[in-house]
């Protein structure tokens, strides 16, 4: 049996919660990336552009950190999307809120409405006015003491001022018992495809709860989301993104934004879930999607979804399609599932769980060079100029995906035909099947 080296991805602490809330376009996304650190949530002057509920780590001292929801702009009594359910669902599951007003238009109606309507929950807040850098917002600040916030911080979200200040006021109003001493990573899953293939539809079902926005309309997915997932006592970060499509087929500055971060999200994956749907068949797009995820060297299971619409013809078709995609990604796990009606979904984290054991496999030093002297054997090295290529040494440099140094009288080209055959015989003798191999050559 080959060792396998895989990490405990268990928490410390289950960190505390805070949402940003407020009327669209005061600043949210832009306060949400400030504080998490990294440009994550999409930023437009468009109202409407965050639809979702997205969620990431910040830091507000060494050692105190929480879980921050961005959500959509509220806007009470008018929501023919349903884009409030989101924000009540991120309020109620927060232990601290973060109403954001505009400083610089001063206090408005629609933001005594937002107040009014999530004051019942009666969580914990503080009145956050942004723009601080102007001179109107540095006026209007005291206005805002009418919403009866006790706490109130002004900031300006876009150059980090008085951002110090918020996050030491967060860190008193934190429960005690819930902050965190520090969290271990988790294991990082991104949901990907084309749009309108069911990748919301499927991270809602294995989440058990209405996670993100799901329509028929393609597009309606445009900011990554982050979301927890325990499963078999291991934790798991999925990643949903908006749908990936070719760039000429791309509308509106917003999607082409979301487009590129969902290419960014596979970079933040461990393993991908590429979705398609079975109904359309495999497509060049699903191809370029399963392109990028291998070249990014990341494992991948493919999760062919709606499969409860196929005609006994159009499955027949996907089956004469599929080797396609298997070869490219070297026979990956493919589950047959249907997202809407939950079918086989409970065997997709199997699935994830024995390519991530597989991603991180971690050979010795001896196992390494029995493997590549057993392959040389079998297939003797081609020669170049009347010498073959021979190897001298080899050693497991990194996992995730397996990386092998290999030191020989000369290197060998990437499309090299006998770099392929030592690839695949690695494959096939540690069952690595739909796992990227790397092998860096070396002329000593």
Known sequence: MNSINLSTNKATATPSTVAIIGRPNVGKSTLFNRLVGRRQAI?????????????????LTDDISVELIDTGGLVPG????????????AI?????????????????????KVWATVRRYGKPAVLVVNKSDTLAAQANFSDFYRLGVAHQQLVSAEHGRGIAELCELLAELLPTEAQPDGATESSALAIVGRPNVGKSSLLNHLLGETRVLVSPRAGTTRDPVDSLLEWNEQSYRLIDTAGIRRRSQVSGVAEQVAVMFARRQMERADVVVLVVDAAAGITTGDMSIAGLAWELGRGVVVALNKWDLLTPESRQDLEDDWPRLAELLSAPPRINISALTGRRIDRLMPSVETILERWRIQLSTSEVNRLFERAVQAHHPPQHRGRPWKLYYATQVATGPPTFMLFANRTL???????RYLENRLRTELDLAGIPIRLVIRKR
Do not use: C, M, N, W
């Not at 008018?78 to 669902?89: H, K, M, S």
């Not at 109620?92 to 005594?112: C, M, Q, R, T, Y």
């Open 43 to 59: 930023v437009h002057d468009l109202p409407g552009v965050t639809r979702d509920r997205i969620s990431g780590r910040a830091d």
């Open 78 to 89: 008018d929501d023919p999307l349903g884009l409030g359910d989101q924000v009540f669902l």
């Open 92 to 112: 109620e599951s927060s232990d601290v809120l973060l109403l954001l007003v505009d400083g610089k238009e001063g206090l408005v109606a629609a933001d005594e």
């Open 413 to 419: 080209e990437r499309s090299d035909t006998y770099r």
